[in-house]
């Protein structure tokens, strides 16, 4: 009868340690985890930082390219000081002005996140996401612009070569 006293004894050790060994296993899986879950979040941040930082900083360009390309599409079709010549401009500058808040609101490039836990890293990660749709919204903009007029241009020159054709033939030519 003793021996199954120490049986249970034995087993009863056993399953101590073993629930303490795993039980500082899990405590340090979780550390690790918790922290590599850190360490990602600040890649995103740090990617979607510099991701916002090279779109903002390509849009003025963007926009005086769209300006110009307007301009000249509404000098081709005689449009130039028309309320929608007007209208885009004032767009324009509306959205510098919104390129110049977005600028303030950007952190600044050398700004260190380390000693941001988790939850305040991913709180600064949906505020850069946030930033970077409305930078985006913009590129979309200008970019859908200068789609349209390059589309517009190429029916302006199908319109000129047309007209040119036409005054160019001749009655009874055959043509």
Known sequence: ????????????IVGAVTGIAG????????????????????LKLKTG????????????????????????????????????????????EADRKQIAQLEAEMPEASAEYESLNAA???????????????IAGLVSKYSAA?????DAGKEIARTARAAASATLRRPGDGA
């Open 146 to 150: 200068l789609e349209e007029d390059a």
């Open 1 to 12: 009868m003793a021996a199954i006293d120490w049986i249970g004894t034995a087993t009863g």
């Open 49 to 92: 930082l510099l991701d916002a930082r090279h779109a903002l900083e390509s849009l003025p360009g963007l926009i005086e390219q769209s300006i110009g390309s307007r301009a000249h599409v509404h000098s081709a079709s005689g449009l130039y000081q028309s309320s929608g010549q007007k209208l885009w401009m004032d767009e324009a």
């Open 23 to 42: 039980a500082v296993t899990g405590a340090i899986s979780l550390h690790k985890t918790t922290q590599l879950k850190a360490i990602e979040l600040r």
């Open 120 to 134: 305040g890293l991913e709180t600064e990660l949906v505020r850069i996401h946030g930033l970077n749709a409305r």
